[in-house]
């Protein structure tokens, strides 16, 4: 895709793309707008290295070798693949260049396909991602506080869960894509 110019390659990702995702982590690691695990986590190469692949697809927005998005799809994550396979957690981040231009939309539609309820959980401090999230048709269920402790800030922080459709999600996330 050419997004303002510049060529983005969307893949889905493998083992080989470990340490192209953990640096990219540690460009995200300083950004205060950032509300990736790196935020919550002190991730190493190491871990990034264990992530299940198969089992929890990942696609990466590439530019010129380097990741600048991803989005990780974990299917059956609460109560097993093999009893919930419809049922899918996303996680998701973009580059700080290019937040606000479309590319989040692009990574949802890629990774939104063979599942049906799409869930996830966002910091409330982090309006952006709530704001994609309700665009896309998802739905705030409800808001925990002190849920995940922050590394970055030394202290617990409240998150809202979302629900979606995810064939009107990716519907919605196609058509955004496309204006953008």
Same mark, same amino acid.
């Given at each position: 895709m050419t997004l303002e110019g510049r060529e983005i390659q969307i893949i889905k990702a493998n083992e080989d793309y470990a340490e192209k995702f953990y640096e990219y982590l540690q460009l995200l690691k300083d950004d205060p707008e950032n509300y990736t695990i790196i935020r919550y986590d002190d991730v190493t190469l190491e871990d990034v290295k264990k992530i299940r692949w198969n089992d929890y697809p990942m696609f990466l927005?590439?530019?010129?070798e380097k990741v600048v998005g991803s989005i990780q799809v974990m299917r059956g994550k609460y109560f097993g693949a093999l009893r919930q396979p419809h049922v899918a957690g996303i996680a998701y981040s973009v580059a700080k260049e290019f937040r606000g231009k479309g590319l989040i939309y692009a990574l949802m539609f890629y990774a939104l396909s063979n599942v049906s309820i799409v869930t996830a959980w966002v910091d409330e401090r982090n309006i952006r991602s709530q704001k994609v999230l309700e665009k896309l048709g998802a739905r705030k269920i409800g808001k925990i506080d002190?849920?995940? /402790?922050?590394?970055?800030?030394?202290?617990?922080?409240?998150?809202?869960? /979302?629900?979606g459709n995810a064939e009107e999600m990716r519907r919605k996330a196609k058509e955004e894509a496309e204006r953008n």
């Open positions: 927005a590439i530019e010129k002190d849920f995940m /402790y922050s590394i970055r800030e030394k202290s617990f922080v409240n998150m809202i869960f /979302y629900v």
